[in-house]
C-alpha cells in the first residue's frame, strides 16, 4: 500500500514529468564548481536541488534515505577529489561510507542510477555541467520513483 | 412482547453487538470443499481475510485473493486480528488550505464489508475488551465501522500451545464470546455454530443439520480441548500493595523494552498520535518503549525497564480490572512464544509476591 | 448511523499572543468553547503534532481561551513561531477541573510554581469574579528567576482584591528584587498559612510537588483537601491511549485534578 | 560443563571478583533458556548451558555501568564484546568472560513457528557456517566434554552463497521481494533491542525533529528504517543472528547484515570484531580505497 502522501505526489506529477534530484554539494570544491559554472554563463538542466553542506563527509546515508523516501527521484553527492579535501579527510570516509550504500541500495532493488556521486573541484565548471547532464538524462530513463515503490 | 420488538428493533439498526447473542444458536454440519465454495461466492461482495502460511515464516492474516491460501489447520497466526480492527497506522483527519484559509476533513472510511475467518476464542475474546476502550463513552468512529463491517467467523482450537492459558482467564479453547460464527475441525468437514444474527445473515443457508455421530463429536471435542491447557495459575486478586516491591526488579531484568509482546497482544490497544504532512495518524505504540512516556522536558515518570514492565502487569491485571471489570488479558501465549528472551507474564503474575493474595 | 470523528478538531484563530517570558507565549483564541477552571485542551499544530495545554483564563472573562505555552518540544516550538490571524486545531476540554463546588466558603491557598501558575490562574480569577462564594484567598507563585514570573501584569489587581495576599518568590536572590526568596516549600514553612477549613491547590513540577506535599501535610492539611494538577505526556486527551496513568486513574480523564489522598502511593 | 559452570560461577562471586554473573537459567516452558542476573553464591545453582543458549548476553552489560561483571558467552558473543571494546563502550578488565565451547545453539524461531516443542530442532544457519567454536577472548574456558566440539563440517562452504543468490535476481525481483518483506515489519525495533551493538541512549529512530523514518501508513517508513538499522551496523555486525531470531514476522535481516559483511570484507578486507585494537571500519580509511563508483 503506497503511502497516501506520496501517493498524492505521485498524481501531481503523473503528466509532465520532470525528475527531481536532491544534490549535496561540498561547500570548498563542488559549490565552488557549480558556483563557476553559473558564473560562465553554463546551462544545465534545473532538475537540481542544491544543497550546501561543509564537507562530503557531512553526509548521513539518512540524508539519502529521506529524500529518496519523500519522493526524490535521484540524490547526488558531490566533494572534492581525494587529496584536496578542505578537512583532509572528510571524503575518504563519505567514500566508504557510500561505496556502501550504493550496494546495499542495488541489493534492496532501488536503481543505482539514482544515486550517484562524483567528485569536482572549484575549477571544473564544465565536469559539473556534465555530470549534472548525465545523471538528469540516467534519471529521466529510471522514471519516477513513485512509479515502483 | 415489547423484548422481542425492542431486540429487532436493535438489529434493524445492525448495531447488535456479539455480546448480545441469540439465545438459540444454530448449528449445521459442512463439508470442507463446500465451506470453501461458499467463500468464493462471497468473494464478490465481501473482503474475506484469513490465515495464510508464509513458508519458514509462519501463519499471517492477510486480505485472501484466492481461497486456496487459506491455512484452517491448528498453527496460531503470529499477529493477532486486532490489527484489522485497531490498525497499525491508520489516517484519522488531514488538514490543508482552501482560498487561504485552514480546513479539517475526516478520513474517508472503509465501506466493504468483510468477513473475518479462522479467528481464535481468545482473539475474539480480546475484540470484546477493546470494545469495552474504543465503544464506550468516546466512540471511536474507525473502530466501531470496522466492528461493523465485519463478520467475525471464528475456528475452535484443536491443540492449544504449551504457552496458551485461556482457561485461566475465564475462557476456553472452544469459547464462543465475541464470535459471529465458530467453526470446529471434525474429520470430513467443519461444525458450525451461529452465534449472532450477522453470522445467520451470512452463514443460514449452507450446510444441514448435523447427524447424531456429529452432535456426540462436537461436546467431545469441546470437553477435550480444555484439558488440553496445561498451563493454569490463579489470577491475582489486588497488585496493589506490591507496587512498590523490588519483585518487579528481578523479574524484569530479561526484558529489551521492544515491542513484539504489545503489538501481537491482542487486548494491547496503546497508540500514538503522529502528524505526518498534515495528516493525523494514529499508529501502535507501547508502554515497553522508553519514549512512551517521555516528556518534552525530558522529564520520563517511567525511566527504566522495571516501571515500563510492571505497567504492563498492572495494566493488563491490575488496572483494565479496577476500571471495566475484567482482566485485559485472554491467556493467547503469544507474549510468551514470540518474546525474544522467553518472559512469561503468566509465571512472573502467578509467581508475584503474597501481597497479592487478597 | 455515522459516529463523530473524537479526534477531528475545530478550528481556532489566534487573535493575541502575549511574550510573558522569553521562553512562555499566552496564545489568546477565538473560539466559543464551554469549560470549567482547570480543564485542559489539545492544541494541534498542523504539521507538526498536538499537544495538551491548560486553560488559563476563566470561564468567567469572556468568550475566547488562553493558554500559556512554554517553548520546550516540537509542537511548542512551532506554536511559538506562529503570528496572530493563524489557525491552530483545539481538541476538547478535556479532563475533569477543579471541583468548585467544594471549595465554597473556605480559605484557598494556591501554590504555583513556574509555568503551573497557568491551571491557577483560571480559578484564580474565577474565584475572584465571585470573591464572596470563598472566604481568604492566598497565592505562593515561585519562580526559578524574576524573569521566569508569568502574568506579571495580573500580580496587582491579585493584592488590591478582598482579603487575598500574594506572596511571589525566586530561587535565589536578584538584585532590585524586593519580595521572598527561596523555594516554595521554604516559603510555605515561613508564612504557615492556617489549615483549619481551608484547601491548598498545588501545581508545578514534578520535583516541586514531591517537597511541598510533606510540608503542607505538616502544616496540618489533610490529604483530602490538598489538590495538584499533573501533567504527563498526553496524546489523546479521553483515557485511551493509555499513557498517561498513575496506578488505575487517567490523568487525562479522572484528572488532572487529583486530590493527594487519590495519589499518594504513586506520587512517591 | 554445567556443574563446572555452576562452580566457576560460586568461586567468582564467593572471591569478590565479580559483582553478578550474567548467564542462562531454564525458562517456564522447560525446555529453552531465558537470561538471568546471579548476585549470590545459592543462585548459582539456577545457571544451565545447552544449545537452548541462544541469546548473546552483552546487550545487558550496558545496564551495569562500571560494574564487574562475569559472562557466560560462546564464540560469537565474544566477537561482539571485541567490537564494543574497539569502541569504547566496555572495558575489557570489567568484564570476566567465562568462555564456553559451543557446538552450535538450536534454531529457537523454527521451533516457534513451527509450533514443535524444540526437542528436534537442528541447529541454527549461523551456526552451520560458524568458523571456530572456541571464543577468541576468554578469561576461563569451559570445555565440551561430550565428543569433540566439532567445527560444523560446512564451515568452509561460502558463507555468503544465499547473498550471491539473492544478489543474481534483476532489479525488479529484488525490488518486488523486499518490499513485500518490509511491508510486514511491525515496527516492534526487536531487532534493534536484542542487538548487542545498538546501545544509543536515544534511536534515530525515536527522534521527531526531523521525523527520519515515517509512521505513515506506506512502506517508505519501514524500507528506510531496516536500510537505516542495517548501515549502522556496517563494519560492526558480527552475524550472531539476534536480529532475524527476534523479529517476529520473520524479514530475514541476516541477508541485508550479511551483504554489507560480504561488500565489507570484498572491498576493504575488513572483518568485525577479531582484534579488540582494531579501528571501527567507518571512522577509518584507506587512501586507495575503491572508488570506481563515484564519476
Known amino acids: ?149 | 412482547m415489547p423484548a422481542l420488538i425492542k431486540m429487532t428493533l436493535r438489529i434493524l439498526l445492525n448495531r447488535v453487538k456479539t455480546d448480545t447473542l441469540l439465545k438459540k444458536n444454530m448449528t449445521k454440519f459442512i463439508k470442507k470443499e463446500d465451506l470453501y465454495k461458499l467463500l468464493n461466492s462471497f468473494l464478490k461482495d465481501f473482503e474475506i481475510i484469513g490465515p495464510k502460511q508464509i513458508a519458514n515464516k509462519g501463519i499471517f492474516y492477510e486480505p485472501l485473493e484466492s481461497i486456496e491460501d487459506l491455512y484452517l489447520g491448528e498453527l496460531f497466526a503470529i499477529e493477532p486480528a486486532k490489527k484489522f480492527f485497531l490498525e497499525s497506522s491508520e489516517c484519522l483527519f488531514h488538514s490543508g488550505f482552501l482560498d487561504g484559509k485552514a480546513t479539517v476533513q475526516d478520513a474517508p472510511l472503509p465501506d466493504k464489508r468483510r468477513i473475518i475467518i479462522g479467528l481464535r476464542p481468545c482473539e475474539a475474546k480480546g475484540l470484546i475488551l477493546l470494545d469495552k476502550v474504543f465503544d464506550s463513552e468516546y466512540k471511536d468512529r474507525s473502530y466501531i465501522n470496522n466492528r461493523e463491517k465485519s463478520v467475525i467467523v471464528g475456528l475452535a482450537c484443536a491443540k492449544p500451545d504449551k504457552s496458551c492459558f485461556c482457561t485461566s482467564m475465564d475462557g476456553s479453547p472452544t469459547g464462543s464470546r465475541g464470535m459471529d460464527v465458530l467453526l470446529f475441525a471434525v474429520e470430513d468437514g467443519f461444525i458450525v455454530e451461529i452465534y449472532s444474527d450477522k453470522g445467520k445473515e451470512a452463514f443460514s443457508s449452507l450446510g444441514k443439520e448435523p447427524d447424531e455421530h456429529q452432535n456426540k463429536t462436537l461436546s467431545a471435542y469441546k470437553q477435550k480441548r480444555s484439558e488440553l491447557i496445561g498451563k493454569n495459575f490463579k489470577v491475582p486478586g489486588d497488585l496493589s500493595p506490591i507496587f512498590e516491591s523490588d519483585y518487579w526488579d528481578k523479574v524484569s531484568f530479561p526484558c529489551l523494552s521492544c515491542g513484539v509482546c504489545t503489538y501481537l497482544c491482542p487486548t494491547c490497544h496503546c497508540f500514538e498520535l503522529v502528524d505526518e504532512g498534515r495528516k493525523m495518524y494514529r499508529c501502535n505504540d507501547g508502554c515497553a518503549f522508553s519514549n512512551f512516556t517521555l516528556e518534552a522536558s525530558g522529564w520520563n515518570p517511567r525511566p527504566t525497564k522495571k516501571e515500563r514492565y510492571r505497567q504492563r502487569v498492572f495494566h493488563k491485571f491490575d488496572y483494565f480490572k479496577k476500571i471495566f471489570g475484567e482482566n485485559l488479558c485472554v491467556g493467547c501465549g503469544r507474549c510468551i512464544r514470540h518474546c525474544p528472551v522467553k518472559m512469561d507474564i503468566s509465571e512472573i503474575v502467578s509467581n508475584a509476591p503474597s501481597g497479592a493474595g487478597k | 448511523m455515522e459516529t463523530k470523528n473524537i479526534y477531528l478538531p475545530r478550528l481556532a484563530e489566534i487573535t493575541d499572543i502575549k511574550q510573558e517570558t522569553p521562553d512562555i507565549k499566552t496564545f489568546k483564541l477565538k473560539l466559543s468553547l464551554v469549560y470549567k477552571p482547570g480543564q485542559f485542551v489539545e492544541f494541534s499544530v498542523f504539521g507538526e503534532g498536538e499537544a495538551p495545554f491548560c486553560i488559563s483564563n476563566s470561564p468567567t472573562r469572556g468568550p475566547g481561551i488562553e493558554c500559556s505555552v512554554k517553548m520546550t518540544g516540537k509542537v511548542t516550538q512551532a506554536l511559538h513561531e506562529l503570528n496572530i490571524g493563524d489557525t491552530v486545531g483545539i481538541r476538547g476540554p478535556y479532563g475533569n477541573g477543579f471541583p468548585v463546588e467544594n471549595l465554597k466558603n473556605k480559605n484557598i491557598l494556591f501554590v504555583a510554581g513556574g509555568i503551573g501558575l497557568a491551571p491557577l490562574r483560571s480559578l484564580i480569577n474565577y474565584c475572584l469574579d465571585r470573591r464572596e462564594d470563598f472566604k481568604s484567598i492566598t497565592i505562593v507563585n515561585g519562580a526559578r528567576s524574576s524573569n521566569d514570573l508569568v502574568y506579571k501584569d495580573e500580580y496587582p489587581i491579585w493584592e488590591k482584591a478582598k482579603d487575598t495576599r500574594l506572596y511571589l518568590t525566586v530561587d535565589c536572590q536578584e538584585d532590585n528584587w524586593s519580595c521572598m526568596v527561596g523555594v516554595v516549600p521554604r516559603i510555605l514553612e515561613q508564612i504557615k498559612p492556617v489549615c483549619q477549613d481551608s484547601v491548598a491547590i498545588v501545581c508545578g513540577p514534578p520535583i516541586m510537588i514531591k517537597y511541598t506535599m510533606p510540608v503542607l501535610l505538616k502544616l496540618g492539611f489533610c490529604p483530602e483537601a490538598i489538590m495538584t494538577t499533573l501533567e504527563m505526556k498526553m496524546k489523546c486527551g479521553m483515557g485511551k491511549c493509555g499513557r498517561c496513568n498513575i496506578g488505575p486513574l487517567y490523568i487525562c480523564k479522572d484528572g488532572p485534578v487529583f486530590s493527594y489522598a487519590q495519589v499518594k502511593n504513586y506520587v512517591s | ?295
Not at chain 1, 29 to 37: E, I, K, M, Q, V
Not at chain 1, 87 to 102: D, P, Q, V, W
Not at chain 4, 221 to 232: D, E, I, L, P, T
Not at chain 4, 261 to 289: Q, R, S, V
Open chain 1, 1 to 149: 500500500m503506497i503511502n497516501p502522501r506520496t501517493q498524492e505526489l505521485k498524481n501531481s506529477r503523473a503528466e509532465s514529468w520532470e525528475p527531481k534530484i536532491a544534490a549535496f554539494l561540498c561547500n570548498w570544491c563542488s559549490y565552488a564548481g557549480a558556483d563557476l559554472a553559473g558564473t560562465s554563463r553554463r546551462e544545465y538542466p534545473p532538475n537540481i536541488r542544491i544543497i550546501r553542506l561543509p564537507c562530503s563527509g557531512r553526509v548521513n546515508p539518512l540524508f539519502v534515505l529521506k529524500c529518496l523516501m519523500d519522493g526524490a527521484d535521484g540524490v547526488l553527492i558531490a566533494g572534492c577529489h581525494t587529496g584536496d579535501c578542505h578537512y583532509s579527510e572528510g571524503n575518504y570516509y563519505a567514500r566508504r561510507r557510500f561505496a556502501i550504500l550504493k550496494k546495499l541500495f542495488e541489493f534492496l532493488g532501488i536503481d543505482p542510477r539514482r544515486f550517484q556521486m562524483a567528485w569536482v573541484s572549484a575549477s571544473e565548471g564544465d565536469k559539473w555541467v556534465k555530470v549534472v547532464k548525465e545523471l538528469v538524462e540516467e534519471i529521466k530513463k529510471a522514471g519516477p520513483i513513485l512509479a515502483k515503490s
Open chain 4, 1 to 295: 560443563m554445567i556443574e563446572e559452570l555452576r562452580n566457576k560461577a560460586r568461586e567468582l562471586l564467593k572471591t569478590k571478583q565479580v559483582e553478578a554473573v550474567i548467564g542462562y537459567q531454564r525458562a517456564s516452558d522447560g525446555l529453552s533458556a531465558i537470561p538471568c542476573v546471579i548476585r549470590s553464591e545459592e543462585e548459582a545453582g539456577r545457571l544451565i548451558w545447552d544449545a537452548a543458549c541462544v541469546y548473546n548476553l552483552c546487550g545487558y552489560l550496558k545496564d551495569f555501568r562500571a560494574k564487574k561483571l562475569g559472562i557466560v558467552a560462546k564464540a560469537c558473543d565474544v566477537r561482539a564484546m571485541i567490537v564494543l571494546i574497539s569502541e569504547n563502550q566496555l572495558n575489557r578488565d570489567d568484564v570476566f568472560i567465562i568462555g564456553m565451547e559451543c557446538c552450535g545453539v538450536v534454531d529457537e524461531k523454527r521451533a516457534r513457528v513451527s509450533g514443535r516443542d524444540g526437542s528436534d530442532i537442528s541447529s541454527a544457519d549461523k551456526c552451520k557456517s560458524c568458523a571456530s567454536c572456541v571464543p577468541l577472548a576468554y578469561d576461563c574456558l569451559i570445555k565440551e566434554k561430550r565428543e569433540k566440539a566439532k567445527v560444523s563440517e560446512d564451515a568452509d562452504k561460502d558463507k555468503y552463497e544465499p547473498v550471491r543468490k539473492l544478489e543474481a535476481k534483476s532489479l525488479s525481483e529484488k525490488s518486488k521481494s523486499w518490499k513485500d518483506e518490509f511491508k510486514r515489519c511491525i515496527r516492534c525495533y526487536a531487532c534493534r533491542q536484542v542487538c548487542p551493538m545498538c546501545y544509543c541512549p536515544r534511536c534515530v529512530a525515536d527522534q521527531f525533529m526531523p521525523v527520519w523514518f515515517s509512521k505513515a501508513g506506506g512502506i517508505e517508513g519501514n524500507f528506510s528504517w531496516n536500510v537505516a538499522r542495517a548501515m549502522h551496523l556496517a563494519g560492526r555486525c558480527i552475524d550472531c543472528g539476534e536480529c532475524e531470531r527476534a523479529c517476529p514476522v520473520g524479514i530475514p535481516l541476516r541477508d541485508i547484515n550479511r551483504k554489507i559483511e560480504k561488500d565489507i570484507k570484498e572491498l576493504f578486507g575488513y572483518e568485525a570484531g577479531m582484534k579488540t585494537d582494531a579501528k571501527p571500519f567507518l571512522a577509518c580509511f584507506d587512501k586507495n580505497d575503491p572508488e570506481d563508483f563515484i564519476k
